[in-house]
């Protein structure tokens, strides 16, 4: 499974971006998707999940301006981001859970490359 993120940029403080994460390969199904952000000596932290009947969970410091969604057909999600700020320039990895087929399958999560989204205040 490989997944090609796209959608990063260099933005003002307050612009919007949306960043998109296309699964393709040998996919099953696919579970939970998602977005985490690495900043320049920080660790890598959840932004947004969705599963796969459409439930999100946001960080905090996101609620309210950053929106996940999905194209189940497409296998791929989006990160609408919006009112943006200085302190969510970081790169942004996506990531799928795509278990094998059966039941009981463990997770087997895959990641994107990372797009690099900088907010300038």
């Known amino acids: 499974v490989q997944l090609q993120a796209s959608g990063g940029g260099l933005v003002q403080a307050g612009e919007s971006l949306t960043l998109s994460c296309a699964a393709s390969?040998?996919?099953?199904?696919?579970?939970?998707m998602g977005w985490y952000c690495q900043a320049p000596g920080k660790q890598r932290e959840l932004v947004a999940i969705?599963?796969?009947?459409?439930?999100?969970k946001y960080a905090d410091s996101v609620k309210g301006r950053f929106s996940i969604s999905r194209d189940n057909a497409k296998n791929t999600i989006y990160l609408q981001m919006n009112s943006l700020k200085s302190e969510d320039t970081a790169v942004y990895y996506c990531y799928v859970d795509s278990p094998l087929p059966g039941f009981g399958r463990p997770r087997r999560d895959f990641w994107g490359q990372g797009t690099l989204v900088t907010v300038s205040s």
């Open positions: 390969g040998n996919i099953f199904r696919i579970n939970d």
């Open positions: 969705i599963s796969s009947d459409g439930f999100t």
